[in-house]
């Protein structure tokens, strides 16, 4: 379960100057891959380019990319979304200044974290073989 889901009962703040969404309010809609760049921003923007370059399939798999930066969110693909950066981090324990890179499946799990850069293909032959997307696919 992502922290977010649950800061009232186990007494986590989320900053309280920061509003918005958190990762909680996507599930069962989207999945969601996140990007958190490094402070040079290379393996960032190596990683963007390899997702949006391939946008067919990010559509045909319900995916939003998303850079979460020390400060906000930018969606890189999908509708724009008032999200909570600090949340985001929050939930997913994330550090600044080091890139990494998560799948966070529509049940909200995350499915796949690397710190290194990754080809679209691969990620998407992971999702292709959830049964969630097998059984939409053979519809």
């Known amino acids: 379960m992502l922290k977010s889901l649950s800061p ?5 703040e989320i900053d309280p100057q920061q509003g918005g969404m958190s990762l909680a309010d996507f599930e ?3 999945r969601v891959v996140i990007i958190f ?3 040079s921003h290379i393996d960032a923007a190596r990683q963007a380019n390899q997702l949006l370059a391939q946008a067919e399939g990010l559509r045909e798999r319900d ?7 020390r400060n906000d969110v930018k969606a890189l693909f999908g ?4 999200l909570n950066c600090y949340a985001i981090r929050s939930d997913l324990d ?4 080091f890139f990494a890179m998560m799948l966070v499946s529509k049940d909200g799990a995350v499915t796949f974290r690397t ?3 990754v080809p679209a293909a691969v990620l998407f032959a992971l ?10 696919r053979s519809n």
């Open 63 to 69: 995916i939003i990319v998303l850079e979460v930066g």
């Open 79 to 82: 509708p724009e979304y008032d």
């Open 94 to 97: 994330v550090t600044d200044g």
């Open 115 to 117: 710190d290194e850069v």
């Open 28 to 30: 069962w809609r989207y």
């Open 127 to 136: 999702i292709d073989q959830l049964p969630a997307t097998q059984t939409k």
């Open 37 to 39: 760049p490094d402070d």
């Open 8 to 12: 009232a009962i186990s007494g986590i």
